[in-house]
């Protein structure tokens, strides 16, 4: 059963690996035109080429508001307009309390916390002229939890994000955009591995009732539910995706 999402115009970020690249991929097999925006080039380009010429690569950083908001404009020129807004790209530092330095904790915030509020400003100002939009904003269940792996400072900018989400959600919906979190559990992608051992992380997997970590396809299908005609009385929500590791 088809979600909708054929001819809409959809930017996604992170979209050079993990659950960015999944959802670029998605969307493009759903029928959405993509603009996928990543700060390593390289790899994007390759998921670019891979999706096919009717899709763009826009490299840029997260951390950059004049970047950010330059890249929204950028894409609609290129397709006339942007229906959706998935912001999967984040940076993770393990460290413990005691190890994380003014620079790690900058870092975190510019991307995961200045990054989205700016991007979604820009994409909701354009959306709401169209008068429909949607805005998914990656969460971590650790906005609930605190993260498990000496990710503190990456599980308070994810707890913004969910606020973000709602507070969004609550100044948009009577413009016909809305705003939703996607909280995923431990997903196996790059960042997961990053700094943990194999013996960590089995220990980690033992933690999830389905014994398994998700695939990034999984919370790439979650986000383009949101993003569809299906999801159009959904606003303000964090939608949990993590095996039945919390249950809220």
């Known amino acids: ?79 006339g307009r942007l229906d959706i807004l998935i912001n999967a790209g984040a940076v993770l530092r393990r460290q413990t309390l005691s190890d994380v330095r003014p620079l790690d904790f900058d870092t975190q915030v510019s991307v995961n916390m200045r990054g989205p509020f700016f991007l979604a400003r820009a994409a909701a100002a354009h959306m709401q002229r169209l008068g429909w939009g949607r805005i998914v904003l990656l969460a971590s269940h650790g906005a609930f939890t605190g993260g498990y792996v000496s990710s503190s400072v990456y599980s308070m900018t994810k707890a913004a994000v969910v606020t973000l989400a709602k507070s969004m959600a609550r100044e948009l919906a009577a413009a016909g955009v809305t705003v939703n979190a996607v909280a995923p559990g ?22 999830v009732p389905m014994g398994r970590f998700a695939a990034p396809e999984e919370i790439a299908r979650g986000c383009l539910f949101l993003a569809s005609d299906w999801a159009g009385y959904i606003t303000g929500h964090c939608l949990d995706i993590n095996g039945g590791m919390l249950m809220r």
């Open 1 to 79: 059963m088809s979600l909708g999402l054929q001819g809409r115009v959809a930017l996604v970020t992170g979209a050079a690996s993990g659950i960015g690249r999944a959802t670029a991929r998605l969307a493009a097999r759903e029928g959405c035109r993509v603009a996928l925006l990543d700060i390593s080039a390289g790899p994007l380009a390759e998921v670019a080429r891979e999706l096919g010429s009717e899709h763009r690569a826009f490299p840029g950083d997260l951390a950059d508001t004049a970047a950010v908001e330059q890249a929204v404009a950028e894409v609609i020129r290129w397709a």
């Open 186 to 207: 431990p997903v196996d992608t790059p960042m997961l591995h990053n700094d943990v051992s194999d013996e960590a992380l089995k220990a980690f997997a033992t933690l």
